[in-house]
């Protein structure tokens, strides 16, 4: 089945540019410099589904005209992968779904952290409508989605296990220090991978362009691309040194591939 995706954005917690940062990357006149929070959107035989939705949610669905939304899939809880939820709201709206709430799959430590943060949602004792519709479904093995089938597989985020996912021929890993052995397994034969590359220099909870480069010579896919990118990484000049078919994603970068 053919599928597309989409960069919804492909920069670090902080953005790029990052607030009060006057360097070389934040001032930078190439758009591919302009890094919002990251997510990616995946659509196939008129479906759209979202890997996390950021604080940037609601500019990232301005830019790309999303019109509806059938799921979100959640990787973890922390604030630059779930702030936007908010944000759904008149994507929720009955005339939009039918008066289905959307879905929304998370991990049992991701959906305790939704639960909190978004109290006002899921516990709400107001009737008067304005919140999102959206309802929780935990993740405990494949996500089947219109045909489609989404893995999750643990990587580590220094100590913390989060959810990547393979769907099809591609795969999304994202803020992970590790990857554990059984998961490397679950990533052969992939046409298109990403891989969360902070920056060079180490970090304790995010990969490097270094150690992502290890992976894509462990692993051979097809195309890989770099996301959850900090300042530190000029976009040009990074892809300058990089191989043939590894790249920075950049936000509105689209890919075609075999679901
Ligand atoms: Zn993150
Ligand atoms: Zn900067
Ligand atoms: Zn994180």
Redesign the pocket.
Known sequence: MKATLTVLGSGT?MGVPTIGCDCAVCTSADPHDRRTRPSIMVQWDGHTVLIDTTPDFREQAIRERIRKIDAIIYT?G?A??ILGLDDVRPLSFQRITGGKKIPLYASDNTARVLRSVFRYIFEADYKYGGLAQVELHPVNGPIELFGAKFTPMPVL?GDVP?EAFRFGSAAYLT?FSTIPEESMEQLQGLDILFLDALRHQPHP?HSTVENSLKIVEQLKPKRTFFTHISHDLPHEATNATLPENVRLAHDSLKLEFDL
């Open positions: 917690s973890h922390h630059d992968h985020h989060i803020d909870t």
